[in-house]
T-cell receptor, first 111, second 113 residues
Framework: DAMVIQNPRYQVTQFGKPVTLSCSQT?????MYWYQQKSSQAPKLLFH???????NEADTPDNFQSRRPNTSFCFLDIRSPGLGDTAMYLC??????????FGPGTRLTVL | GEDVEQSLFLSVREGDSSVINCTYT??????LYWYKQEPGAGLQLLTY?????DMKQDQRLTVLLNKKDKHLSLRIADTQTGDSAIYFC?????????????FGGGTRVLVKP
């Protein structure tokens, strides 16, 4: 089945230790998004790739970076995680401006 | 700026109807969405409505849209225990490159047997 896959599903890291979250898709969608969802809050868009073009949201901290080596994969890098970065990270894809399809999320805990 | 608001919590008895309400601010949204999130899981698209529609029905789900008041609601008929989850409404901002969903804070629905 075509889908959006996120790995790992759960990740624990230490304060300040870089971490990378992975998202892959078999939908062949050209747009990939990363959302952050803190406990009991709404998902919030961090950034997205439209094809190879990176689009950052104005209030996304510099600590968060992203890479998209090819159409299928997109990575979220947190250079120096803080305790406040503990959250669920959701990846989504779309074809152009169409409907977004979400992955199951990676729950990140920073200790 | 965009701001989407929802009530926090809804308790309903199994078999009754649930109504979840949402207000939004971006009148230019072409679509409005309802997503379901079960504990520890991602977002599942339940249904959506095009902005020039007043109502959309999809099996047990009915979406009502009042553009004048910027009010969106989701009615779940014959609510089941499996409907217990958090429900998010979302408006969409279409950009030149992709689009941006702005979510409400979510309504936690608890279905009691």
């Amino acid at each position: 089945d075509a889908m959006v896959i996120q790995n790992p599903r759960y990740q624990v890291t230490q304060f300040g230790k870089p971490v990378t979250l992975s998202c892959s898709q078999t939908l062949n969608h050209n747009v990939m998004y990363w959302y952050q969802q803190k406990s009991s809050q709404a998902p919030k868009l961090l950034f997205h790739y439209y094809d190879k073009d990176f689009n950052n949201e104005a209030d996304t901290p510099d600590n968060f970076q992203s890479r998209r080596p090819n159409t299928s994969f997109c990575f979220l890098d947190i250079r120096s995680p803080g305790l406040g970065d503990t959250a669920m990270y959701l990846c989504a894809t779309s074809r152009g401006q169409g409907q977004q399809y979400f992955g199951p999320g990676t729950r990140l805990t920073v200790l | 700026g965009e701001d989407v608001e929802q009530s926090l919590f809804l308790s309903v008895r199994e078999g009754d109807s649930s109504v979840i309400n949402c207000t939004y601010t971006d009148s230019s949204s072409t679509y409005l969405y309802w997503y379901k999130q079960e504990p520890g899981a991602g977002l599942q698209l339940l249904t959506y409505i095009f902005s020039n529609m007043d109502m959309k029905q999809d099996q047990r789900l009915t979406v009502l849209l009042n553009k004048k008041d910027k009010h969106l609601s989701l009615r779940i008929a014959d609510t089941q225990t499996g409907d217990s989850a958090i429900y998010f409404c979302a408006e969409i901002e279409t950009k030149a490159a992709g689009n941006k969903l702005t979510f409400g804070g979510g309504t936690r629905v608890l279905v009691k047997p």
